[in-house]
């Protein structure tokens, strides 16, 4: 029998998506398939790793993640077209040397954009087209990127007018990390209204939602849905987990997660999983970043090499006391 499954659960709530990795069909595959109704490739759809050379697409992985979401009945999220990070720095070079023009960085894009949305049109329902565009610090608006010094503030309208002419079925996102910052949060707010107000093809927030063990708070995420849904867009959880860290400690000795640790992390995802339930009509899609706790990028970030244990199920596989929280309702 097991625990009851997470999709079933939330049939006709919201879809509970999961970001995988190559190899997870293979060691993840059952839990995959018994609890999650949607995937996102954590990597593999990067730009770095779909067009590495100029012309060369690396789609094997990608396409292998892709098969077995659609045998297994499962939607598939695409993650990510345009981003400062994990694109290879060709991306910003002329082909006959120095740095790209505007225009060769546009036409750039566009094929990228157009083979890569192209070759999954029907089976990736949704894609973040941007991801992180702005600025950190509370000074700047838009992030300095390549993209913004060599094409210009238009940049992420041109994005998403080219995604929207490549797949005009596909829901377009905006996907952001520190969402729920009061400050950031109304950065992004007018970043989308503003697009919006220029008819720019932009359907959806993508909320990554890294979250620690009390930040942030359920107020401030209740806060951040209210305004973005203000704007008309669905809301997409696209990142979620929940360290067993406060956000600035950087502890490296533990070899487990302490009981409190674990209570904490449990009553958390208790109170984001009703919130998102009371915001079902504009939440559709709530998608943690990894499957279980023996595999997460958190391993690796913010300390290298430090063991995190931030999801639903643990390093056997088993639901966690943050399982039936999310499930008990
Ligand atoms: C996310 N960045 C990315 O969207 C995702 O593609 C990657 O695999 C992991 C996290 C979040 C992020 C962060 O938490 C801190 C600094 C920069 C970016």
């Not at 009851?4 to 990795?21: M, N, P, T």
């Not at 990510?80 to 040397?97: A, I, K, R």
């Not at 951040?224 to 696209?238: F, K, N, P, Q």
């Not at 406060?246 to 997660?257: G, I, Q, S, V």
């Amino acid at each position: 029998m097991g625990p009851v499954s997470l999709k079933e659960r939330y049939k006709g709530i919201f879809d509970v998506g999961a970001a995988v990795w190559p190899g997870a069909p293979g060691t993840h595959g059952e839990l995959i398939k018994r609890h999650f109704s949607c995937l996102t490739c954590e990597n593999v759809m990067k730009p770095t790793l779909l067009q590495p050379e100029r012309g060369r697409y690396a789609f094997s992985a990608a396409d292998k993640l892709v098969e077995f979401a659609a045998q297994n009945g499962m939607k598939m999220r695409g993650h990510t077209l345009v981003w400062h990070n994990q694109t290879p720095s060709w991306f910003f070079q002329s082909p006959g040397g120095g740095e790209a023009s505007r225009e060769e960085l546009l036409s750039t894009l566009e094929e990228h954009t157009r083979t890569v949305m192209g070759r999954y049109k029907g089976r990736v329902y949704c894609w973040d087209v941007v991801n992180e565009a702005l600025a950190d610090s509370s000074g700047g608006f838009l992030r300095g990127s390549p993209y913004l010094r060599i094409i210009g503030e238009d940049y992420i309208d041109r994005a998403f007018h080219i995604a929207h002419e490549a797949d005009p079925d596909a829901l377009l996102f905006y996907n952001e990390y520190n969402e729920c910052d009061s400050e950031k949060r109304e950065r992004l707010y007018t970043l989308v209204k503003e697009l919006r107000e220029r008819d720019v093809p932009v359907h959806g927030i993508g909320m990554q939602m890294h979250s620690y063990l009390e930040s942030p708070s359920a107020g401030d995420i209740r806060a951040a849905i209210e305004r973005y849904a203000s704007l008309g867009v669905v809301l997409h959880v696209t990142e979620l987990e929940i360290s067993v860290y406060e956000w600035d400690d950087r502890r490296t000795d533990l070899k487990a997660p302490s009981p409190q640790m674990l209570e904490r992390q449990a009553e958390r995802y208790g109170e984001l999983f009703a919130l998102f339930r009371e915001y079902k009509d504009v939440v559709t899609c709530v998608t943690t970043w990894g499957v279980a706790d023996d595999y997460t990028w958190l391993d690796d970030f913010p300390q290298k090499g430090r063991k995190n244990w931030p999801l639903l199920f643990d390093m056997n596989h088993q639901p966690k006391a943050a399982f039936d929280r999310v499930t008990e309702f």
